[in-house]
Structures are given as C-alpha cells and as structure tokens.
C-alpha cells in the first residue's frame, strides 16, 4: 500500500469530476441523511460511511418521509406516487 490508512465501512463512490455538493445531495437523497463525511481518496471521492457492516441502516419505509424532506420538490400527488412506485421497486428487489 501506499501508507495511507484505508476507509473504514461502506461508502457511496464518485469519479473525481463530481462536485462535492452533489455527492452530498446524492448520498442525502439516497440514505436520506447527511453522510458524515465527504473524503477524496486518490482520484475518487466518497461519502459516507453508509452504515455498520455495510447496511445502510435504515427501514425504506421511515426513509421515505426523509426523502421527501430532503428534496427540493413540491410534494404533489403524482410526486408521492413517483415515490410509492420507487419503494415498492426496492421492496421486489429485496433493498
């Protein structure tokens, strides 16, 4: 290695053209919290930690209010359905 110490956990990954902001707003819309930190590490920039052992922690349908709060939109009927349809995706899934 190269002497630098390794990243503990799980972490959401940028390529290094990505704005620091915007690995914010995506790690934000997807957890639906602020990661705790925002770190390069060579090229690449990350954020997080996701969560202990790799989850993220949260129950997808608590995280769906946190969404919701998190994004800039108005919340409309259709938004909501947009979102519903969303989670029951990641539900078939197994997410």
């Known amino acids: 290695?190269?002497?630098r110490?390794?990243?503990?956990?799980?972490?959401?990954?940028?390529?290094?053209?990505?704005p620091e902001e915007r690995a914010r707003d995506r790690f934000?819309?997807?957890?639906?919290?602020?990661?705790?930190?925002?770190?390069?590490?060579?090229r690449w920039l990350y954020a997080g930690?996701?969560?202990?052992?790799?989850h993220n922690g949260h129950n997808p349908a608590t995280s769906l209010l946190r969404r919701v709060e998190a994004s800039a939109?108005?919340?409309?009927?259709?938004?909501?359905r947009q979102l519903i349809l969303q989670l029951e995706v990641n539900d078939e899934r197994g997410a």
């Open 1 to 3: 290695m190269n002497g």
């Open 5 to 18: 110490k390794r990243l503990e956990g799980t972490w959401l990954g940028f390529s290094g053209d990505t």
């Open 28 to 42: 934000r819309q997807k957890y639906g919290r602020e990661p705790e930190r925002v770190v390069w590490w060579g």
């Open 49 to 54: 930690p996701v969560g202990e052992n790799g």
């Open 73 to 80: 939109k108005a919340m409309t009927p259709e938004r909501a």
